[in-house]
């Protein structure tokens, strides 16, 4: 079946330079991981591909800072109403590319269409400040300008939101911008530019690189001195990488790197509800995500009751190709991912930990791991230090406070941690001396445009959505003034 049968977008699959469409030097596949066979090939972009769109974005700049505020959200905001009007197309493009189950793709095309609307809204509310200087000579000024040309660099794993999460804010602020999405999962990215171009964005504002050669085609474009602006989202190894580059010409970053989320169940913790944050904290998008829960810390009084109810769930759920309405969990992304799953579960058995269900690829092709829990795991097992980013939930059980906040806090990530217990003082004390950007207080999910998304430590630099999401695309102005 043709991508377009599949999913209702026959979509571009060039490059976006200057508002037209290229077909590239060559190509590459993308693969459809339930089935291991190819969707579409893919134009890849050279270097002088990316030097030519930085070339568009800078000479598409000066026209888009000065449009009009409204005017440049009413571009986001027919773009949020396109997106909306097309989410089941979108949700099953990102399903056939990335593998992700259709409720997660659904739920990834209202969230992703979702920044669109909030920078509409966030486009016209760019302030500055005044104050009388405290010796009284003068005035001080403030005003906020686009940064500039933004290269946005975009993982796999929400292949529509961590776009929107970039070029929302970026185009609200004025700036132009050129995308470099995953090479696993392109076609989302294109067919997000072409309704971006259909919404009204002019030619240069937005241009999409696609490539398999990203390490060389995205240094080019970082020393490109009309680049002012790098964000990333990605594992914290590229972002050092990118981070080192960037020093070369102190390009401004915003970096969104990976997680290791404790996920903490306290004895005075409603356990049912406890199981519901978990099974999303974990669960959502298989396991592939950056805030997904990685280490359950459970105390011992209700560890019992914990792991039964939620084994129980994980075993019912149903392993299956993201595009079939009954399945709740895909395949992972490739088979580079589902081996490092693997071998994380075997290394935790291993070290004497126990499997309470799952711990096997299903015999079948497409790259699918089973629903995993594991209780008892060691201390030293690399399974809590690492990003497992596949459906494998680890159980660690504890008796102490400062124990589980000692113990969550022992690691160079900090993005999200997850606190259930039903005291508020306690919930909001451990939240407190938890060291991490985001904390889910009885809850399993954070994502929320209107919030500022980020991590502390190793996990990043800045914040994405929010109003402080749309302040990392500009740069304050001080001016100095006598009247
Ligand atoms: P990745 O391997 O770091 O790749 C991310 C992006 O960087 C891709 O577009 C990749 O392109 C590109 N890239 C890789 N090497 C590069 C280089 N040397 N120079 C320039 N670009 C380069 O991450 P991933 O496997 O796609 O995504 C999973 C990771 O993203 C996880 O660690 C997850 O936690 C993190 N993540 C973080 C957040 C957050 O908001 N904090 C959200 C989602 C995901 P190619 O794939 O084409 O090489």
């Known amino acids: 079946m043709s991508i377009a049968e599949l999913t209702g977008i026959d979509g571009p699959t060039g490059l976006l330079i200057g508002g037209e469409w290229g077909k590239g030097a060559d190509t590459f596949p993308v693969f459809d ?3 291991e066979e190819p969707l579409a090939e893919v134009a890849n972009g050279t270097v002088s591909d990316g030097l030519d769109a930085v070339g568009a974005a800078q000479a598409a700049l000066p026209g888009w800072a000065a449009t009009p505020p409204r005017q440049r959200a009413e571009v986001l905001r027919r773009a949020f109403e396109l997106m909306t009007a097309r989410s089941e197309q979108f949700a099953r493009l990102m399903s056939a590319e990335n593998g992700k189950s259709l409720r997660d793709a659904r739920g990834e095309a209202a969230y992703a269409a979702e920044f669109f609307r909030w920078y509409a809204e966030e486009a016209v509310r760019i302030e500055g400040t005044l104050m009388r200087a405290p010796s009284g000579a003068n005035r001080i000024l403030t005003t906020r300008q686009p940064i500039g040309v933004s290269l946005l660099i975009t993982p796999w794993n929400f292949p529509a939101a961590m776009a929107t999460r970039k070029i929302g804010p970026a185009l609200a602020a004025g700036c132009t911008v050129v995308l470099k999405p995953a090479a696993e999962t392109p076609l989302t990215a294109l067919a997000l530019a072409d309704l971006l171009a259909e919404a009204g964005a002019p030619a240069g ?8 050669s990203s390490g060389r085609v995205c240094a080019a474009m970082m020393d490109d001195p009309r680049v002012r602006k790098l964000s990333f989202t990605g594992s914290t190894e590229v972002g050092r990488i990118l981070l080192g580059q960037a020093a070369k010409s102190v390009l401004n970053c915003s970096m969104e790197l990976g997680g290791n989320a404790p996920f903490i169940v306290f004895d005075d913790a409603d356990i049912p509800a406890a199981v519901e944050g978990a099974l999303i904290a974990k669960m959502r998008n298989g396991g592939e995500a950056c805030t ?16 039964a109810a939620f084994s129980a769930r994980l075993k019912s759920m149903v392993v299956g190709p993201g595009l079939d309405e009954a399945t709740d969990v895909g395949p992972l992304v490739n088979e580079d991912t589902r081996s490092k799953v693997a071998s994380l579960v075997d290394g935790a058995t291993a070290d004497g930990a126990a499997l309470i269900t799952g711990g096997r690829a299903p015999q079948r092709r497409g790259y699918f791991y ?5 209780d008892g795991v060691a201390a030293d097992s690399a399974i809590l230090s690492t990003e497992i980013f596949g459906p494998v939930a680890p159980v660690v059980r504890f008796t102490d406070e400062a124990d589980a906040v000692r113990l969550a806090n022992a690691t160079e990530f900090g993005l999200v941690s997850y606190v259930f217990t039903r005291d508020l003082r306690r919930g909001l004390r451990v939240s407190e001396a938890l060291d991490a950007g985001m904390i889910g207080l009885n809850r399993g999910l954070v994502s929320d445009p209107a919030a500022p998304f980020g ?6 630099l800045g914040r994405e959505g929010g109003h402080e999401g749309l302040l990392e695309y500009t740069e304050t102005k001080y001016i100095a003034t006598d009247w």
Do not use: W
């Open 292 to 307: 997904a829960a990685n280490r359950f810390y459970v105390h011992d009084a209700v560890a019992d009751e914990f792991i």
């Open 205 to 212: 504002v937005v241009n999409v690189v696609t490539t398999t």
């Open 33 to 35: 991981p339930a089935t």
């Open 370 to 374: 089973e629903p995993t829990l594991l």
């Open 455 to 460: 991590g502390v430590k190793q996990s990043g």
